[in-house]
Structures are given as structure tokens and as C-alpha cells.
């Protein structure tokens, strides 16, 4: 790239996101391979890598189109790995290219080295989609075939997408592995049909891979020509006993504006899906990046970043990395105040209390608290209950020995019932959308 461009790319920059924010993280950033349909840009170290991907990535990406005025793919690089491997406090290796697999290591879009099954935390919350994606790189089976995981964004599609891309690479050398997204597929193909290459498109796809990874699949909503290349090529290749892996941020049968065909393609092997971390979980991840990052953390802390911290890994994530830059940027202990104080934008729900949630039940079902309290079992009530357990398990940290003390009943009297609710989440649409509704209204109101 030339310095001119570049030196207008880093003040547009500026502009965009603030002089504070440029001068801390984006500062030091430095074009390495600009191409005609890619770009790399370097930071300088992984800390730096991981805080400018989760928070600014969109800003360059829009930064670096408008200097250029070019459609490219751009990817985030430390700018020496192999000094960062030696930087006491960035201690995650970072994996090595395997001999022969550099092209889809390498190519872009790109499996995300850093994302391995070694570093992906396990708990109740993703364990099916863990063991769906193991199962597959073991490829003694293609029954899950397509793999489609899906859940709302930052809980680990990616993640556990590139973990199995890079793992079956790993393991069967000669295996080629394709990474993309449904969006760099769309674009790919509208300059094959531009330049008149569509053949080799397709040829690329259908007869190049073995293995396929389309990530964000709702990015095809409503364009139809992109639905129906990637169906037949999907089709083309499941059929080939090829593996597919497919990722979205909603079941494939309920995402809008796509084909009858594609859906029931996309959902005919096996789904997962991927739920937000619970307690445990978050506590698991949290300790894991400490290590990572070098830092010990007071218990307390941990505690009240695993409490308040409701949306996504992604956020647990970049909560502590602020918290950590904080710390060393004021040279300062991480203590409770500190994370309290560091904490405040990424604590989007405040705390919400189980009496919170019967009041809003009660109104919305048109019952009081007292009845969800009562011995009743009609209908009219114990279904609004149910709903009571049910977001008491979603948006607060009690117990379900503590909820059923709050509703007049046992811990096991409360299991049941959410046990039964969450079936007839999963077979009734109906109820699914009255709860996505209800949970829609309780956000806007509650948090
Ligand atoms: P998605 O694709 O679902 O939006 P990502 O896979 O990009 O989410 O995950 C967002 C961030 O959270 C990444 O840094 C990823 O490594 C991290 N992450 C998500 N789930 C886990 C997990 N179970 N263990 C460790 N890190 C995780
Ligand atoms: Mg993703």
C-alpha cells in the first residue's frame, strides 16, 4: 500500500474512533500484504491483536474501504509471532503452519489459528456443539453432515468452527479444508459472474474441498442467487460424502427470507446450538484468560465480572482484557473498585431480582405474585409460573433451591417444571415465539 493511502488510512482512523482510543491501540498498526482482494494488517503484539479485533475491526474494515475504495478481506496479525511466543506475559503459542496447508491457513478469509479445541472452555452451555464438533474430526462417520451450530453472536461459532477446520487439518494432512463466509462466498461469486469465471467458482467449491466451513449463513437472507449456488453445492458435496460445517446465528429453520430447500438442507444432519454461558462456565473462561494473559485476579473480582457480565464470551473476554490494560496503564492492582469502575459499559443488564420477574409476569399475565406463590396448578397459573422459573434461570444468578423459596416450592418441584417448559420450547413454535416476545418486552423493560 502506498504511504500516502496509508497515512490517510491512519487519520481517517483517528477521526473515526478518537484520538484516546487511536493513540492506545491503533497507533502502531501497519499494512503488510494489501492484494487485490485482501489485506493484512499487523499489530504489535497479541495483546494488542486481540483487544483492536474485538473493537475496532469493523471501524478499519470501514476505514480501509472508504481510503481505498476497494471490496477487500481484511485480516488482523500480530506482526512477529515469534517474538510474541517469548513475551513472558502473552503465553499462547500460537500454531504453527502444518507443511502443505499454508493455502487454507493462510488464504483469506482465514481459520483463526488461535481458536483451538485446547483453548475452548467447556460447560453445560456449549457441550453438545464441543462434542458434535470433536466427533467430526474423528471422521469415522458423516451422520453429522451438515454440522450447524448456531447461536446469538460472541458465544464461540467461530471459535469451534476454526477448532475443528484446524484440527482435522492437523490430523489428516491431506485433507483440504475450505474456510469461508457466506458473505466473502457471495461477493466471490459476483466477481466470478462479473469476470466470467463462474465455472471455476464452482469448481473451486464442489470439487477442490473436502472439507467445508460457510460461517454465518443468515447473511444470505433474501438473495436468492447466492441460496441457490450454495445449495447446490452443498448438495454436491454432502451427496460426495464430503463434510459440511455451517454456522448462523439462528436455527436454520427459522431463519427468515431463506429458500424451503436450503433450510431443510442446512438442517438435515445435526444442529447445535450454543446457549450464553452460565456461572461456571464464565468463572472457567475467566480463570483460563488470566493464565493466558499472566495475571492473577482476586477471587471477588472474578466473582463480580462472572455475575455482571450477561452477554457473550465475547464481552467476559474483552471486559477482563480492559480491565488488565487498565491496570497496567495505571499501574494499579486489579481490585473490586477498579472493575467496578472498568466494568461499567460492558454491565449492559443491571441486576434483576426474582421479584422483578413476578411482578412483570404477573402483569403481562394478568395475575398477581401472590397467586404464582399459591398452591394453585391451573393453567392460568402455573404455565405464567413456569415462565417465572424460566426467566429467574436466564436473568438472574439464584439457585434453583432459592427460586423455588421464592415460589413456594422445592428445588425439585422447580427442575421439573423448567425441565418440561424447555421441552415445549423445543417442539412447540408457538410457545418458542410468545417466549422470544415475552423475553423481547422483559429486556426492554427490565434491564
Ligand atoms: P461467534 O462466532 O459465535 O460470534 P466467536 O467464536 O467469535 O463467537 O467467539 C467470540 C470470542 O469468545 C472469541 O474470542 C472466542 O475465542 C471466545 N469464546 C467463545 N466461546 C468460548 C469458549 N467456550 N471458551 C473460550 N473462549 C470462547
Ligand atoms: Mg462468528
Known amino acids: 500500500m502506498e504511504k500516502e493511502s496509508w497515512s490517510q488510512f491512519e487519520k481517517k482512523l483517528k477521526k473515526q474512533v478518537g484520538a484516546t482510543s487511536y493513540n492506545r491501540w491503533l497507533s502502531k498498526l501497519k499494512p503488510q500484504d494489501v492484494l487485490s482482494d485482501k489485506a493484512i494488517i499487523t499489530c504489535p503484539n497479541k495483546f494488542v491483536l ?3 479485533k474485538s473493537n475496532f475491526y469493523k471501524d478499519i474494515s470501514i476505514t480501509f474501504k472508504e481510503v481505498t475504495g476497494k471490496e477487500v478481506l ?17 503465553s499462547i503459542p500460537s500454531q504453527l503452519p502444518l507443511p502443505g496447508t499454508e493455502n487454507f491457513l493462510y488464504g483469506l478469509p482465514f481459520l483463526n489459528r488461535e481458536y483451538t479445541f485446547d483453548n475452548f472452555v467447556v460447560g453445560e452451555c456449549n457441550q453438545f456443539a464441543y462434542a458434535s464438533a470433536l466427533a467430526i ?6 451422520r453429522y453432515n451438515p454440522l450447524f451450530f448456531h447461536s446469538s453472536e460472541g458465544l464461540g461459532k467461530t471459535h469451534l468452527s476454526s477448532a475443528t477446520g484446524q484440527k482435522i487439518i492437523a490430523t489428516h494432512p491431506n485433507i483440504k479444508v475450505f474456510y469461508t463466509t ?19 467458482f464452482k469448481e473451486k467449491y464442489r470439487k477442490q474441498c473436502d472439507v467445508l466451513v460457510v460461517e454465518d449463513i443468515q447473511f444470505l437472507k433474501g438473495k436468492d442467487k447466492t441460496q441457490d449456488e450454495i445449495f447446490y453445492t452443498l448438495d454436491t458435496l454432502i451427496q ?3 463434510q459440511v460445517i455451517l454456522t448462523a446465528n439462528a436455527d436454520p429453520r427459522e431463519i427468515k427470507d431463506l429458500k424451503d430447500n436450503l433450510k431443510s438442507r442446512m438442517g438435515s444432519g445435526l444442529v447445535a446450538d450454543i446457549t450464553p454461558p452460565d456461572y461456571e462456565t464464565k468463572r472457567k473462561i475467566i480463570s483460563r484468560k488470566c493464565v493466558e494473559e499472566n495475571v492473577t485476579i482476586p ?24 480491565l488488565i490494560a487498565n491496570s497496567s496503564l495505571l499501574g494499579q492492582k486489579i481490585g473490586l473498585d477498579m472493575a467496578k469502575q472498568t466494568l461499567k459499559s460492558f454491565i449492559k443488564n443491571k441486576a434483576v431480582t426474582v421479584e422483578d420477574i413476578k411482578k412483570f409476569i404477573s402483569h403481562h399475565f394478568k395475575t398477581t405474585p401472590e397467586k404464582l406463590q399459591s398452591k394453585s396448578r391451573s393453567r392460568s397459573v402455573a404455565y405464567p409460573r413456569q ?61
Open 240 to 242: 460426495m460424502g464430503k
Open 50 to 52: 486481540d483487544w483492536v
Open 387 to 447: 415462565v417465572a422459573y424460566y426467566l429467574c434461570r436466564k436473568y438472574t444468578e439464584t439457585t434453583l433451591s432459592d427460586i423455588g423459596i421464592c415460589f413456594g416450592r422445592n428445588h425439585s418441584s422447580v427442575l421439573r417444571a423448567l425441565n418440561n417448559f424447555e421441552t415445549s420450547i423445543r417442539i412447540n413454535k408457538s410457545i418458542r415465539d410468545a417466549l422470544n416476545y415475552l423475553t423481547d418486552k422483559f429486556e426492554k423493560t427490565c434491564l
Open 137 to 142: 474430526t474423528e471422521r469415522k462417520s458423516l
Open 182 to 200: 457466506a458473505e466473502w462466498f457471495t461477493h466471490e461469486m459476483i466477481q466470478s459472474l462479473r469476470k466470467n469465471r463462474i465455472l471455476e
Open 299 to 322: 477471587e471477588e473480582v472474578a466473582d463480580y465480572i462472572a455475575q455482571s457480565v450477561k452477554t457473550n464470551v465475547r464481552d467476559l473476554k474483552s471486559a477482563l482484557i480492559n
Open 74 to 90: 481484511l485480516g488482523l496479525e500480530t506482526s512477529n509471532p515469534q517474538k510474541d511466543k517469548t513475551d513472558k506475559c502473552l
